[in-house]
């Protein structure tokens, strides 16, 4: 588990983080296998981590719940939404904690038997669901013997959404998503974009790093980017890295490998500092 919580690179941008104004955020690292139970016990137990920190928004990996030997063992435990068991451990979690509570993607039935929808939901501090998110853009991906196709599996959402919290406007994306940065644009002046992701370590170890801090920088906001990182059973490897970037493109705190969380301090005030200081989002001229 990472233990740094503030970083000399997060002091150079001005971030306070034990300011009264900031707001805790954790972002969870897992290396999910096939088996649902033993996912979530694990993701239990790493929220509880973070809870223990002080985190008021924990954020779950995409595909936390399963990681299938095949791609078809999402479709065989997809749920209906607003009922099933990774739901109904979503909701139990965030009401037991008093936290707000991001399911990274769960897996939710779709308009077609053979697909699931890929889709992150979040809870409030009262178990609530105040907001879904379908993975709009949908990998695919040849190099080698590496080869993925989302869309065999996984049906496209089609919906761009921003969910009010009482510490921030929140945008949701999910994983792949993060190469399309019209879809940012397209949430409008948020305070967090939300990233839970699982990168293959081929696209991750290139590209990650370099894809999350321009989402902050171009947006001028956190970005909370919660990952798989590690080997899993079916032989895939994920790159981890899971961060939480400022709204300057600043790393707060990462975990490069293993089961963990990353916490830090989220401050409004320094959005506002930043956005007055460098008013980019007011001088677009295109797309407005």
Same mark, same amino acid.
Request: glycine residues 10%; neutral net charge; proline residues 4%.
């Given at each position: ?10 002091q ?9 104004a900031?707001?805790?955020?954790a ?14 016990k ?12 002080g ?6 990996p %995409?595909?936390?719940?399963? &990681? *299938?030997m095949? @791609?078809?063992?999402? +479709? ?7 009922? =099933? ?49 379908d ?10 013997s ?12 089609k ?22 940065? %019209?879809?940012?644009?397209? &949430? *409008?002046?948020? @305070?967090?974009?939300? +990233? ?7 696209? =991750? ?47 707060l705190d ?32 295109l797309?407005?």
């Amino acid at each position: 588990m990472s233990t740094r919580l503030r970083s000399t690179r997060a002091q150079q941008s001005g971030q306070a983080e034990g300011d009264a104004a900031a707001t805790r955020i954790a972002a969870v690292q897992m290396a999910s296998g096939p088996r649902v139970d033993a996912n979530l016990k694990e993701a239990a137990r790493l929220i509880e981590i973070a809870v223990g920190q002080g985190a008021r928004l924990v954020a779950l990996p %995409e595909y936390f719940g399963i &990681m *299938g030997m095949q @791609d078809t063992d999402k +479709v065989a435990v997809r749920e209906q939404y607003g009922r =099933g068991p990774i739901q109904e451990f979503l909701a139990d979690t965030a009401r037991k904690h008093g936290i707000w509570l991001v399911g990274g993607s769960v897996p939710l039935v779709a308009s077609t038997s053979s697909k699931v929808m890929n889709t992150s939901l979040v809870y409030d501090d009262q178990g609530n669901c105040v907001a879904r998110y379908d993975k709009i853009h949908l990998f695919g991906f040849e190099m080698g013997s590496e080869s993925y196709s989302e869309e065999r599996t996984i049906e496209h959402g089609k919906q761009v959404v921003v969910v009010d919290t009482p510490f921030a406007r929140i945008g949701l994306s999910i994983c792949y998503d993060l190469r399309f940065p %019209e879809l940012y644009r397209a &949430m *409008g002046e948020v @305070d967090l974009i939300l +990233v839970p992701s699982a990168f293959t370590e081929t696209t =991750g170890k290139a590209h990650w790093e370099t894809l999350i801090r321009a989402r902050a920088i171009e947006n001028l906001a956190y970005v909370l980017a919660p990952a798989q990182g590690g080997y899993h059973v079916n032989g895939r490897e994920t790159h981890g890295d899971s961060m939480i970037v400022d709204p300057w493109g600043v790393v707060l705190d990462r975990l490069p490998r293993g089961s963990g969380v990353v916490v830090a301090g989220m401050n409004r005030t320094h959005i506002k500092r930043l956005r007055q200081s460098l008013p980019a989002l007011q001088h677009r001229t295109l797309g407005r």
